[in-house]
């Protein structure tokens, strides 16, 4: 028979007790943010390297005041840890590179940084707009030369959650208290026919303002 739990004079019991043990052992109880991309126009190669470096972030935890860095989690995109050459952005054109598709992974987790108030310590854009996020809200990496590294701002931890649920990429940033975050908003700017500026804010803060070459 369960035990009913005795705190600060309430009796608890059955449901309400594992909940309450639950919150009092997950760190992180609760979501902070969720972001969804489609895999729907991607390679097959590019959806299992995807799965590489989702399976490599998911349950990661960001201690109080740490900073988390993509590359450094992910680790090296090499063939004798599972990556596949597969389609990548490369300046003004799309090479098979090893690895190819991750960077979804890395731009839909930036987005769920920014909705979950962590701190931006690095981050890329691409070089023209890309399909899975807004242009503005996208972050390439580059094992050596470009990494998404972020930055725990609250007194206790966040955890990743990275998975593929059918045709969608979702991450989810779980945390413990509660911690109001402005609104994302981006703003966007032609200079000529080719570039595009785009201006992120989040709040009255600006937290980036990139160019892309986009012909239109």
């Known amino acids: 028979m369960t035990q009913p739990y005795l705190r600060r004079g309430f009796l608890v ?32 190669s590019q959806i299992h390297n995807i799965r590489q470096a989702a399976q490599a972030l998911d349950g990661v935890y960001i ?40 960077c979804q992974v890395s731009s839909s987790l930036y987005n769920a940084a920014l909705l979950a108030g962590l701190e931006v310590v690095e981050r890329h854009p691409h070089y023209t707009a890309v399909e899975s996020v807004p242009a503005g809200l996208d972050a390439t990496v580059w094992y050596g030369l470009a990494d998404l ?13 990275v998975n593929i649920r059918g045709q969608n990429l979702v991450v989810t ?12 908003y981006v703003q966007h700017h032609w200079l000529d026919d080719q570039h595009l500026q785009v201006s992120v804010y989040r709040g009255n803060e600006r937290l980036s303002q990139d160019r892309y070459v986009m012909p239109r």
Do not use: C, K
């Not at 609760?30 to 969804?36: G, N």
């Not at 840890?81 to 098979?96: H, I, K, N, S, W």
């Open 13 to 44: 019991a059955g449901p309400l007790l594992a909940l309450l043990t639950l919150w009092w052992t997950d760190p992180t109880p609760r979501i902070l943010s969720h972001y969804v991309t489609s895999l729907q126009q991607r390679s097959s």
């Open 63 to 102: 201690q109080p005041e740490a900073t988390f860095s993509f590359n450094r989690v992910v680790g090296p995109r090499r063939l004798e840890r599972g990556y596949l050459p597969a389609p990548v952005f490369m300046v003004a054109e799309t090479v098979d590179s090893l690895g190819g598709g991750i």
């Open 149 to 161: 590294r972020l930055r725990n701002p609250f007194p206790w931890p966040v955890r990743l959650r």
């Open 173 to 184: 940033v779980r945390g413990r208290g509660s911690h109001p975050v402005p609104p994302l």
